[in-house]
């Protein structure tokens, strides 16, 4: 099983998060890559490894992603990297995978799954075999150490603990 390449003009990684509890921010990062050994008749044989660029948060707010980067979130001069190395990976229906590895933020690891969509493949204009895949990740920020808030003057929080990962993977 030869490792496919993550396709990083054809993917994004992404997050959501609430702000102010009424609206939501989106961010995403510019520079990221991988490698997706993957066996589709024995899909417990594949893995997935993804280093992500912390530095490359783009929330399109120049002010906000330098917070980001600061050491009040992801503190991006002593942890420049994100990462993501699969443990184990299982059918859980169809065209669905449970993809579970150990997630790295701020030099704090803990395990997390992504549920994964298979969206499919076939070969590009120069014969290549790509394939893609939709994948989702709730996370708890606090857990890897990103725990600055705001008190808000009517109560509440200014940025919600709860993120949302969001990944669209095209690999050959």
């Known amino acids: 099983m030869k490792p496919l ?18 609206s939501k921010v989106r961010g995403h990062f510019t520079r990221f890559g991988g490698t997706i050994a993957y066996d589709g008749e024995n899909i417990e044989k594949s893995s997935v490894t993804v280093e992500i660029d912390a530095t490359s948060i783009d929330t399109r707010e120049e002010k906000r992603d330098a917070h980001l980067r600061s050491a009040d979130f992801f503190d991006t001069e002593h942890h420049p990297t994100l990462s993501f190395r699969s443990t184990s990976v299982a059918r859980t229906g169809t065209e669905a995978l449970a993809v579970t590895g150990d997630l ?25 075999q790509r394939l893609a895949w939709s994948a989702h990740l709730t996370v708890n920020r606090k857990d890897w150490g990103l725990t600055w808030n705001q008190l808000l003057e009517a109560g509440g929080l200014a940025v919600s603990e709860k993120i949302d990962i969001e990944l669209e993977i095209q690999a050959f």
Do not use: Q, Y
């Open 5 to 22: 390449k993550i396709d990083v003009s054809h993917s994004s990684v992404g997050f959501v998060v609430r702000h102010l509890v009424i």
């Open 104 to 128: 790295t933020m701020r030099g704090v690891t803990h395990p997390a799954t992504l549920k994964v969509e298979e969206l499919g493949g076939g070969k590009d204009p120069w014969g290549n």
